[in-house]
């Protein structure tokens, strides 16, 4: 049987309508002159895309600036958590127009120099925890497929290969992260429904506590996971489905890294040694990430980061995340269009550039840049997916 247009798995899900256990996707084909994606490739031979007079004044004002642009765009970059389909459903944000508000578009990305992004497909609390939140969670799915469908600069992908894939190819790489574990409703079915229509995380709560797990900034009632909880980390697991423990309690996240079988991931999380939050990681949660094999992908919303945030604040993090857990457990995840206050210097996208130059400023080697700007997470995603093959061939 052919498979079913996105809109009508929609309108199934609706009407709950859903497959017991569908089969994985299929990987996606890489391009033909591109040859063989390797393990742990991180160049995609992208072009600076700045203008010249861009280029000169910056190289200009610190010779660095050369190195730092040719790694950066070469380097695949890919962000933990961008919040642009929240305006694609709500406002009619157009993905492929650059735009002078908010934080994300393809223009912008481009310039950026971001590669791939896992778009939050985000369903506030206030959606509860029944068939609503699976509802929005589905229609904002199918506005990021309706819009992606239509832009040749864009590509909705679902594994590591296929962000490489893209990347090569000059289009962006788009993932699809489900922000909100109450849209599971308690339900592996529904996780399955959700994963077959391209979820390739799940945080397993925002800031509110659900059926299954206890979240930072709400009041315990598991402590920690429950055991439906553990039941759908083993399911993520079985599905190549990223677990992310943002947002989630410390006993949470003790938990759920207790059941997992494959790394997990903090999609957008600060330091809590540096700024005092409970939305951040503290020191003993990145080093238990770190024997994981997880990444913590740093968020750049400055109420996280610390008053009077800035470029080097976020910097600050980024370094303490790899002095703490270890360069190959960090990435970036910026909460981008999610957030309502951004450190001075990171205004939008297009200043991810100016990361990398900071790292490499701070005596960051270009390998190791390589890893926090992609490599780690494609990493992760890789061997995620191959836990979940392991997993089904042993009939899990």
């Known amino acids: 049987m052919p498979s079913l247009p996105l809109p009508l798995a929609v309108l199934l899900a609706g009407l709950g309508v859903a497959c017991a256990k569908p089969a994985p996707p299929p990987?996606?084909?890489?391009?033909?002159?591109?040859?063989?994606?390797?393990?742990?490739?991180?160049?995609?031979?992208?072009?600076?895309?700045?203008?010249s007079a861009t280029v000169a004044r910056l190289v200009a004002q610190d010779p660095l600036w050369a190195d730092a642009l040719r790694i950066h765009y070469d380097a695949v970059a890919i962000d933990g958590h961008v919040d642009?389909?929240?305006?694609m459903l709500d406002q009619g944000y157009a993905l492929g127009e650059r735009h002078r508000r908010d934080h994300v578009d393809l223009p912008r990305m481009a310039e950026g120099g971001l590669d791939g992004a896992f778009f939050s497909i985000y369903v506030a609390r206030s959606y509860?925890?029944?068939?609503?939140?699976?509802?929005?969670?589905?229609?904002?799915?199918?506005?990021?497929?309706?819009?992606?469908?239509?832009?040749?600069?864009?590509?909705l992908v679902r594994t590591a290969d296929g962000v490489v894939a893209a990347s090569r190819r000059g289009q962006r790489a788009i993932l699809?992260?489900?922000?909100?574990?109450?849209?599971?409703?308690?339900?592996?079915?529904?996780?399955?429904?959700?994963?077959?229509?391209?979820?390739?995380?799940?945080?397993?709560?925002?800031?509110?506590?659900?059926?299954?797990?206890?979240?930072?900034?709400?009041?315990?009632?598991?402590?920690?996971?429950?055991?439906?909880?553990?039941?759908?980390?083993?399911?993520?697991?079985?599905?190549?489905?990223?677990?992310?423990?943002s947002h989630v309690s410390d006993s949470t996240f003790e938990d759920a890294l207790a059941v997992t079988r494959a790394p997990v991931i903090l999609s957008h999380s600060s330091c809590r040694a540096l700024h005092d939050h409970v939305r951040n990681a503290s020191d003993d949660m990145l080093r238990a990430l770190a024997d994981n094999g997880g990444v913590v992908m740093i968020n750049f919303f400055a109420d996280y980061l610390g008053p009077?945030?800035?470029?080097?604040?976020?910097?600050?993090?980024?370094?303490?995340?790899?002095?703490?857990?270890?360069?190959?457990?960090?990435?970036?995840?910026s909460d981008f269009d999610g957030?309502?206050?951004?450190?001075?210097?990171?205004?939008?996208?297009?200043?991810l550039p100016w990361i990398t130059h900071g790292l490499l400023e701070r005596g960051v080697s270009e390998a190791d840049v390589r890893k926090i700007l992609g490599g780690n997470v494609l990493r992760v995603m890789r061997d995620a997916e191959r836990v979940a093959a392991?997993?089904?061939?042993g009939g899990a």
């Open 390 to 393: 392991e997993m089904r061939e």
């Open 308 to 333: 009077g945030a800035t470029l080097a604040t976020a910097l600050d993090h980024v370094e303490h995340a790899v002095r703490v857990a270890g360069v190959d457990h960090v990435g970036l995840g």
């Open 176 to 245: 699809l992260g489900l922000e909100g574990g109450h849209a599971l409703q308690g339900s592996p079915d529904v996780l399955r429904l959700l994963a077959a229509n391209g979820i390739r995380y799940v945080t397993l709560t925002h800031s509110n506590t659900n059926s299954f797990a206890d979240a930072a900034t709400d009041a315990a009632r598991w402590g920690g996971l429950s055991d439906l909880g553990r039941e759908l980390v083993t399911e993520m697991n079985r599905l190549g489905v990223l677990v992310d423990l």
């Open 128 to 155: 509860g925890e029944g068939q609503a939140a699976t509802d929005r969670a589905l229609a904002m799915i199918e506005a990021v497929h309706r819009q992606v469908a239509g832009l040749d600069e864009a590509t």
């Open 84 to 87: 642009t389909p929240m305006l």
């Open 27 to 51: 990987p996606e084909p890489a391009p033909v002159a591109a040859g063989p994606v390797a393990v742990g490739d991180t160049s995609d031979g992208g072009a600076v895309a700045l203008d």
């Open 339 to 351: 957030v309502p206050a951004l450190p001075d210097g990171l205004g939008d996208v297009t200043r």
